[in-house]
């Protein structure tokens, strides 16, 4: 796998936008000419106390109430203000692969190797990434299309470990009778996503997903980001498992520089067949974040 | 101020969404038809350690990095992976108000209620909110306009405690021969968002924002949401501090139900005089919190 | 339970002790003189991620590390420095009551009565309790009393849902020929700290411990606090389950003043049939924390 | 420095105490024969919010209410509680080194080397230390001397940047009439600490305290651990700044093995000129930990 690692770059050295580099001004125009109807899609998960998380590098989502109004009027109060005045607030610990996220390029290596020829001596530093942090990645407006696979095997989702090969991906595509093409966004709608709150035990003990030639396929057809509507978009336990471990988180950020999207809500896209619209998502800008939580919707 | 407390909620008993029902998929057709070349402009900070809060309320922000690529690939090849794969991930503690955000409706109280006829005690629980938090928020999608008011003093911000007033903002959007309409985000431009991180003492020491009336006239109209380049929207002190505080607060958020984004970046939008554009701020669905970060953009 | 509310502070207005008043340097002395051999026993369990906690009021420890020495000296060589000097820091977040700990007495209430005739209007702020917190208990030293009646009915632990009760505690002080005095320390070793982080589904599934009668009879005796080797002391479900939650709780804390110790390891002393001890427990300081962990040993 | 790395570990290969090998139980013993009266004087700070830190490496230390008995007894009442019974609990995020607190062996590197041939890419995790965290660390009873230097320019405290030296130690062993042996902790007193949570920016500024000199001095004796009342223990700046830094932290951590404790409250003992006593801190068993908050204590 590591044989293209010298070359990958083609955005050149020091590059931190990866395939993001196939977003444009012209792009975006083409990806709002799609919404013909302004209705938005919303395609993202509510994230609360118990989401489900895969440790131990994941770790907990927690939320509290911080300031209360309760109290903080009466703080306001003795400060002199007569006007009744409360606030609150919370006080939130996670990390950014919590509910429906993205991931930053510099999430995962290949050996000491990030996207782009960055190594993580020097790009990872104690109070987060020092390259390829998602602060790095530009707004992404652009042509989604969603493959709607979970019906491939006669159920309603597909099952743990049930592999996405590229044949599938060709098929879907055909029935969308779409062509992927440079700037996309594909999302892969398996039919997991419905146990994510409802049953996150079944959730996190694997997943459908597609194999690392289904990811390569896409990739090389230019595609901007994947994403489905599962915890770690590829298939769980991978077809090497466990002597490969990760391989499409590997080939998408490492070295296609293709982010990766999870989690998502896409059950109301697939029901209502819906293939291409203009996708929007805006990752919050933490500086040096793996990944952060985003709202990604769909504008018909 | 509270006289207008039992009939503010014209959108029903129990609504959650306040001024943001005016948003539709007309508005949000119409809004995308205002971009024209589809330049994207970005109007959010990067978050980092050391970003400016308000203590007490508000809690600092603290990122780190969690599982590294150095190490959580020893994990995996102990585990039998051959791939040699790394993983960076990181832990953030933070409240939702840090760097650019937007507020949730129920941020703030005027005494016992919140927005719409919510009370602190049935809808402020120890893990978030129950009623009101941003998981309600819908995508915004809609016309945005920019004031820019930084130079009404005569220096390129005005100054902390500087009252922008309703005359103020009549004549910004004469001066940009705008006319406020319905479903509106309105974009106050003071100059102030220059320290933020480059001089975050002088940041915090107060600021320049509307007062009460002009918050009042641009709620009257209709507007969904009202920012601002600083870091509470209204003038710091207010004219009335100490006998009242964060009277702007109570009167969009708690009355009209209009949301507010802070530590907005406007200096691009000011440079280049861009009035109008295509405003798209996608709030993450995290459950309860009183607001979260954000990464708001004009489309042109 | 409730209608010695307003007696029972016998250690007048605004007491932050309870029964920790019964601590003297007599009775350090005393304590201090039960240690004859200068052997020490580890009273505590290690605390790591993964370690039970009760959801949702309780809430998971997480730590990771922060400053790592890899990273730091490569900033301080970049400040000047050639001597090669890295740090290793962390990040913690948790609850205080995680692992071995102790519990402030402000961390229940009988309705909106805490300990001493203070009330949670005034008592609970924001960032901790304003009275009743961990920093108001004193350095503990003194005597200790293991009870041990894990074997009460025939096996290595009690089970979950059996009460101790007043008789099962008279006999096990007759086993040990020791009569309870003033400013005790009693530690009842039920056998079910045994699943602390061998199995935390069972140890958090229910608990053998003492019922309300018993407690009532330790505090009558001036105990200074109570202790087990499991998570919350008092039997769970409780004999009166649902109606009656945590009474133990109720009673030790708010009325009686007695502090309360949980997650012991009381297996050394127990095998060893060691009956009475110096016991010493030194709470951390942390303000308005509602208990801390610790590390509590004793001393034969 | 970096000279006697290969053979400092006198006591054994993998051997994660240190020092505190020297610690026994005829050494408890003796210690305990120590006090006399049974006073117990408290040598801790309380830790609250905004509590002195050294950024970036240490990082702010937050508390805030988490279940709170208002809303708690409401979530148990609906479960069918009759006993209205509330429960307080916090979140707390920080890093260790806040407030009074023991640094672990494995807290400082030379170079890749920490304490004991360990090696930081084998003995640093990414959840803590694998070797030489705080768990490690056993209890400490043992006599303390208390060395005042406050005085040594005529003041009530030395400046930042004051270096303590090995005469200056020996003196004041020599005005306490005390000869220091095996086992002892040895708590400097320099008067920083009067600026703890009173003037926290003059705290950070710097400090005064012992040299590399005085700190090998007192590690040549077999001291068990050193203390301060100022933040870091070491003179701020060190005296060879920025060419050296932390030069006591390395010697004393990774080449004696010798524990530090910071941010001491020592004006009592100072006041009324205790010079020996007996000594117990009782460290936290945090899993990983490269220190931990403490609360030592002096019994007379």
Chains 1, 2, 3, 4 share one sequence.
Request: net charge negative; with cysteine; charged share 20%.
């Amino acid at each position: 796998m590591t044989s293209c690692l010298h070359d990958h770059s083609k955005w050149g050295k020091g590059d931190q936008l990866g395939a993001a580099n196939l977003l444009s001004a012209e792009n975006t125009l083409a990806a709002l000419a799609l919404a013909k109807t302004g209705r938005v899609i919303d395609l993202s998960h509510i994230i609360e106390n118990g989401a489900p998380y895969m440790a131990p590098n994941q770790t907990p989502y927690v939320i509290h109430s911080g300031a209360t109004a309760r109290n903080s009027k009466k703080v306001r109060a003795a400060m002199g203000a007569t006007n009744d005045v409360g606030a609150n607030l919370e006080r939130v610990g996670m990390t950014m692969h919590v509910g429906t996220h993205i991931d930053a390029l510099g999430h995962f290596s290949i050996g000491e190797h990030l996207y782009g020829g960055h190594n993580i001596d020097d790009s990872v530093g104690d109070f987060g990434l020092i390259d390829l942090g998602i602060e790095n990645m530009p707004p992404i407006i652009t042509r989604g299309v969603c493959l709607d696979v979970s019906g491939l095997d006669g159920g309603h989702h597909l099952k743990p470990g049930r592999a996405i090969t590229t044949d599938d991906i060709k098929r879907a595509f055909e029935a969308q009778n779409v062509t992927p093409q440079s700037g996309d966004v594909i999302l892969i709608n398996t039919g997991w996503g419905r146990y994510f709150m409802t049953d996150n035990t079944t959730y996190l003990e694997g997943e459908p997903g597609p194999d690392e030639g289904a990811a390569r396929f896409l990739t090389e057809m230019g595609v901007v980001a994947i994403g489905a509507d599962n915890m770690a978009l590829e298939v769980l336990p991978g077809i090497n498992h466990p002597d490969v471990m990760m391989p499409v988180h590997q080939h998408c950020l490492v070295e296609a520089g293709v982010h990766i999207i999870e989690n998502l809500v896409l059950a109301e896209l697939a029901r209502e067949k819906i293939g291409v619209f203009c996708f929007v998502l805006l990752a919050t800008k933490y500086k040096g974040a793996t990944g952060c939580p985003v709202r990604p919707i769909a504008i018909l």
